[in-house]
Every structure is written in C-alpha cells, then in structure tokens.
C-alpha cells in the first residue's frame, strides 16, 4: 500500500513513493512510472533492486499498477491524500466513522465515494 508520494512528474509520469510491503517493517522506496498515485492506493509492481548512490537502496519499477484501497485504513489514506478538493485528514476520519461500516461489508472504495458524493456535481468543493 502506498504510504506518501514524495515525488511525482505529472508530465512524464515518474514517481517515487514509500510503500508499506509484506515482510518487511520499514517502508520500501519505489521510483517507477504511473499516470497518477495516491496514499492509500495498492500497487502491483515488477524490477529490480537497486542501491542509488545518493537515495540508498531502492525499489526500481519497470511495471506498475495502481487499484483502489479496499481497507477501511486505505480508503482513509487515499481521502486525506487530496485527491479529493475539500477533503483533507480530518475530513476523511469523520467520513470513515460515519461510513466504515460500508467499507467493511465489502462495498468497497467505488461504492463508498458513489454513495457519498453522487449528490454534488463534479468538481464541487465540499468544504464550502
């Protein structure tokens, strides 16, 4: 799951994120291409290891693919990232504890944000 995105080139699609991985404690660093990414998100990726002169060891993607948070903890993470105007940290935990329990049936992220949003058009700031 993606923990933060430190870096992200909108034009060229490269991205270094830190990325929470089974097995291990410490976040991972992963530098790749995506066309978009967000805290919150799982990924799928495949490369190679690599240990930069300068960042340290590193997790260097030549595939990556991104899906929609499925935990109530990665859709948390992936509200309060700001993919969402309007929506920051605070925001995100009152929508969770109000609509966890939709998360937790297996609804899952897209029916979750389609039950919740589809009253105000697209581009609407909800925190006015």
């Known amino acids: ?23 291990r404690r410490e976040l991972v660093t992963l530098v790749g291409h995506a066309a978009a990414i967000a805290a919150g998100e799982w990924i799928t990726a495949t490369g190679n290891w690599v240990n930069d002169r300068t960042h340290g060891q590193q997790f260097k993607a030549r595939f990556l693919k991104t899906s929609m948070p499925t935990s109530v903890d990665g859709i948390e993470r ?6 969402i105007r309007g929506i920051g940290p605070v925001y995100a935990k009152k929508l969770l504890n109000a609509f966890s329990e939709l998360c937790v049936a297996g609804l899952g992220f897209g ?13 609407h700031d909800l925190s006015e």
């Open 111 to 123: 029916m979750f944000v389609s039950l919740r949003f589809r009253c105000w058009p697209a581009g």
């Open 1 to 23: 799951m993606v923990e933060r995105v430190t870096y992200q080139n909108a034009e060229s699609g490269f991205c270094v994120v830190r990325v929470r991985v089974r097995g």
């Open 78 to 83: 992936y509200l309060a990232s700001g993919m």
